[in-house]
């Protein structure tokens, strides 16, 4: 049994199983986290992008009440559910509609959006937070019901979660499970926060 503070190099060595058509997870995402203040933050939605900017939150109130720079924190974006458009590339939200699925207005044209409205633009962006520092992480559970979802008019989901995976933007990692990601970062000392 392990112990519940185990180091991360120990959580390296316990034993994975994959089948044959799963490769072993990527855990990069895990590797090289040591910050002073660690944090996993759950997003199972994209509401309006409220998430991302609890994250940017997070690292600018450290930074303005304790004189913290980002390289002194650690912050994973976990995302899953209802959360899944926030890591797919603007190819994905226009041919899927993901805008219109999910009642993701483009703020420009007041229309359902046909882009990732977070992906690039803005302080709390994907790649802004990225280059300060935020792991992004994504739940393949996730994608296989998105896909099944996508796919249910009559296509293939598995060609659809081959699709959106190779979709994801860049620098955001598929991880098996994010019940699984979050159990694994907390064994490495990450504190956790939901964001809904």
């Keep these: 049994m392990r112990r519940a503070g185990a180091s991360l190099a120990a959580l390296a060595l316990w034993p994975r199983q994959s089948s044959a058509t799963e490769p072993a ?4 995402w895990l590797q090289g986290l040591n910050g002073k203040h660690r944090q996993i933050f759950d997003v199972d939605g994209c509401k309006d992008g409220h998430p991302l900017g609890r994250v940017a939150n997070f690292f600018d109130a450290y930074g303005e009440a304790y004189s913290l720079k980002d390289s002194e924190l650690n912050a994973i974006f976990g995302i899953h559910g209802g959360g899944m458009p926030i890591a797919l590339n603007d190819a994905m939200w226009a041919k899927y509609e993901i805008g219109k699925r999910y009642s993701e207005m ?4 007041g229309a359902p959006s046909v882009r990732n409205p977070w992906a ?5 962006s994907v790649a802004r937070l990225q280059e300060r520092g935020v792991r992004f992480i994504v739940c393949m559970r996730s994608i296989r019901r998105m896909s099944r979802e996508l796919a249910s008019g009559g296509g293939n989901a598995e060609a659809v ?3 959106l995976t190779s979709n994801l933007l860049p620098g955001v990692t598929p991880v098996p499970a994010m019940i699984v990601a979050v159990n694994r970062a907390q064994e490495a000392g990450l504190s ?3 964001l809904g």
């Design 25 to 28: 997870p990527d855990e990069s």
């Design 106 to 109: 483009d703020p420009q044209t």
């Design 120 to 124: 690039r633009n803005g302080t709390t």
């Design 161 to 163: 979660r081959a699709e």
């Design 192 to 194: 956790y926060a939901f």
